[in-house]
Structure formats: structure tokens, C-alpha cells
């Protein structure tokens, strides 16, 4: 197991922007909350688990403060299995775990927020994972290699086209839309706008020209990226750049 821990000074902002993604994931809050200037506080809320649907656009994420939270980040095709739904019913979505798991949601969160090590948090919602997927209704392996496919966009980044997947899957462009999205939660088209998207964040976050990760991430032109910057993360390229953030999708942080 990869625990990777990062440590914040004073001044260093920890709270970070919100990206579009292809992928969903699911989030466990617990009612312990770091404010903005540093002071941890405890509410008497409960704590609570979200699912998060693949997103094809954010609103600006607020800035003040942040739970305590632990997660699992779900590559394409991953969410049917362990949520018991097709992806595509969580698209654009935020739904409460116990939604999806029932009264079984309830008793991993209070396993997840009885443990005060964050290794046994990790160790605990594995093990829950993976016994969702043992016992999962939802098809494992999707139909027409979808997993490849989506991973071939992702190697890609993003460059290239819905008919030239569908024609090296043998199938119709509209047999191929059907399917993805039914097994990533989006259609091949906004998959490959959110990889070229996420490709051209990580080269700018190394420090390549904008113009430059335009050319290379195959926009347009910079006004075209800057609109798809707008659209996945309610941000420029400028800013994003330029501002101190911490997000796990910059190498920066």
C-alpha cells in the first residue's frame, strides 16, 4: 500500500479548484473540519459518503475550509460494479452512499470514522470495495472491451475521433456511444475532451508554454482551450498556472 502524505506551511493554501473528470469516485466525510487559517474544529454533524459521478462541468469550489475525508478514486467502467447502477445514471451527480449500499453504507462509515489511523482507513474501505465488486450484480467486464477503449483514449490524450474508436471496435459510432456511457457514465466524445482537457492541465502545470499545450493537446487555438479550461474547471489556464493550488492532478502539489 502508497500512502503519500504532503505538508502544508503557513500560507499554503490546501483547498483546490474543482476539475471535471471522466471517472467517479466516492468521498467519506468526517465531522472534524480544517479551516482556512489552519485551526482544526469538531462538529457534531455526522459524518457522511457521497458518491461522484463522472463530471462534465464544475462550479467554482469553495475556498474556506475542508473535512477530514478519505476516498477512492474509480477508474472508467469501475463505478457499475460497486455502486450497483450503470454509470450512466451518475453523471453529473452527487449521491449519498446509503442511496446505492442501504443500510450497509451506514456500517462502513462508522467503521471508517471509529478508526483514527489513516492506514486502517485506507485498509477498511478496500476491503469494502472490493467485497462490493465480489457480490456485484453489474457486469464486470462490459461488453466491446470498453476498459481498453477508455484506457486507449486516456494514452491518446484525448486525440482522437468517436468513428475511428467505433471503426476499431467493429461496431456503429451509435453502438459505441451507447455502450461507453452506459459503462463510463459519458459518451466517447466528452471522454476524450475531458482526457485532452486533463492532458493540457498536467503540461501546463510542468510549466509548458500555453500556447505551446494548445498546439500539442490539438485546440484549436488558445481561445478554444481557454474555453474548455472555463467549461471543466470554471478557471483560465492563467490562473490555474499561476495561483497556488494544491490538487492531486498537478504535479505541483
Known amino acids: 500500500m502508497l500512502l503519500w502524505e504532503h505538508a502544508f506551511f503557513a500560507g499554503d493554501s490546501f483547498c483546490s479548484p474543482l476539475f471535471a473528470n471522466g471517472h467517479a469516485s466516492i468521498v467519506f466525510a468526517f465531522p472534524h473540519i480544517c479551516r482556512a487559517d489552519g485551526i482544526w474544529l469538531t462538529l457534531r454533524s455526522a459524518p457522511r459518503a457521497d458518491v461522484i459521478g463522472p463530471m462534465t462541468t464544475v462550479g467554482q469550489a469553495s475556498l474556506e475550509e475542508r473535512p477530514q475525508m478519505v476516498g477512492a478514486y474509480l477508474r472508467a467502467t469501475a463505478a457499475p460494479a460497486i455502486t450497483g447502477v450503470p454509470a450512466s445514471e451518475l453523471t453529473d451527480q452527487i449521491i449519498p452512499l446509503e442511496h446505492l449500499w442501504g443500510p450497509s453504507a451506514h456500517t462502513v462509515i462508522a467503521s471508517l470514522c471509529e478508526s483514527r489511523s489513516e492506514t486502517a482507513r485506507v485498509e477498511l474501505l478496500e476491503s469494502a470495495l472490493l467485497h462490493r465488486i465480489g457480490h456485484s450484480t453489474q457486469p464486470h467486464n462490459p ?51 475531458l482526457a485532452r482537457f486533463h492532458s493540457a492541465l498536467q503540461c501546463l502545470s510542468d510549466g509548458e508554454d500555453a500556447a505551446s499545450v494548445a498546439v500539442g493537446a490539438g485546440y484549436a487555438d488558445q481561445s478554444h482551450m481557454i474555453a474548455e479550461f472555463r467549461t471543466f474547471s470554471s478557471l483560465t489556464p492563467h490562473r490555474i498556472v499561476t495561483e497556488d493550488w494544491f490538487h492531486p492532478f498537478t504535479r505541483r502539489s
Open 143 to 193: 461488453p466491446l472491451r470498453i476498459k481498453q477503449i477508455a484506457h486507449s483514449i486516456l494514452e491518446r490524450r484525448g486525440q482522437t475521433t468517436v468513428d475511428s474508436l467505433a471503426a476499431e471496435a467493429g461496431v456503429s459510432r451509435q453502438y459505441l456511444s451507447f455502450r461507453f456511457r452506459e459503462s463510463v457514465g459519458v459518451t466517447p466524445k466528452q471522454f476524450c475532451r
